[in-house]
Structures are given as structure tokens and as C-alpha cells.
Nanobody, 114 residues
């Protein structure tokens, strides 16, 4: 199983980023996919999840209305569109797959700063 995140970087407050997570080594279309984040000194928290077919999504209250999770089962990829970014969104963002166990990517840094 391999999950590879990309798309992180430095962005100004109010800006946007789109994270991608490319999956391999398992049946992606049968996996619940999630994005988590961990800021320095804080616990890892779930930001968003999407079910296997993409018809159900759920968001943390802190990002609802600003972030959108989506998936392309033909490309084995899950996305996180992040708009109206705030300094408190600064964290390492991780992709997670739940399919007979939990699998994690290596993370991608998102820094929101002027």
C-alpha cells in the first residue's frame, strides 16, 4: 500500500491550495479516504472524509464551507481543495485510507503566512 501526497506549500492568508493523494497497492474504490492534519504541538485531527463511491462527505467544523474533499476512482486519487486559508490551517496534511486496516501517507506541509 502506498499513499503519496502532493500540492502543499506556502500560501498567503485567503489563498487556496489543492492537495492530491495518489494511491496504489489496494482497491482504491473500496476504501474510505480521509485527510488529517497535525500542527506543531497538537494532536492529529481529521479534516475531511469521503466514502467509497464519493457520495458522502464529512468535514471538521473548523474547515466546513472552505475545504472540499473529492475523489477520482479511475485515477486512484483523492483531493482536498482548500480555500480561504487561515494561519491556523498551517499543519502537515496526511492522507489516510481505511480498507481492512488504516494506511497513511508521508504527509505534505501546508503553511499559511503573510
Amino acid at each position: 500500500v502506498q499513499l503519496v501526497e502532493s500540492g502543499g506549500g506556502l500560501v498567503q492568508p485567503g489563498g487556496s491550495l489543492r492537495l492530491s493523494c495518489a494511491a496504489s497497492g489496494f482497491t482504491f474504490s473500496s476504501a474510505l479516504m480521509s485527510w488529517y492534519r497535525q500542527a506543531p504541538g497538537k494532536e492529529r485531527e481529521r479534516v475531511a472524509l469521503i466514502n467509497e463511491a464519493g457520495g458522502y462527505t464529512n468535514y471538521a467544523a473548523s474547515v466546513r464551507g472552505r475545504f472540499t474533499i473529492s475523489r477520482d476512482n479511475a485515477k486512484n486519487t483523492v483531493y482536498l481543495q482548500m480555500n480561504s486559508l487561515k494561519p491556523e490551517d498551517t499543519a502537515v496534511y496526511y492522507c489516510r485510507a481505511d480498507r481492512g486496516g488504516a494506511y497513511w501517507g508521508q504527509g505534505t506541509q501546508v503553511t499559511v503566512s503573510s
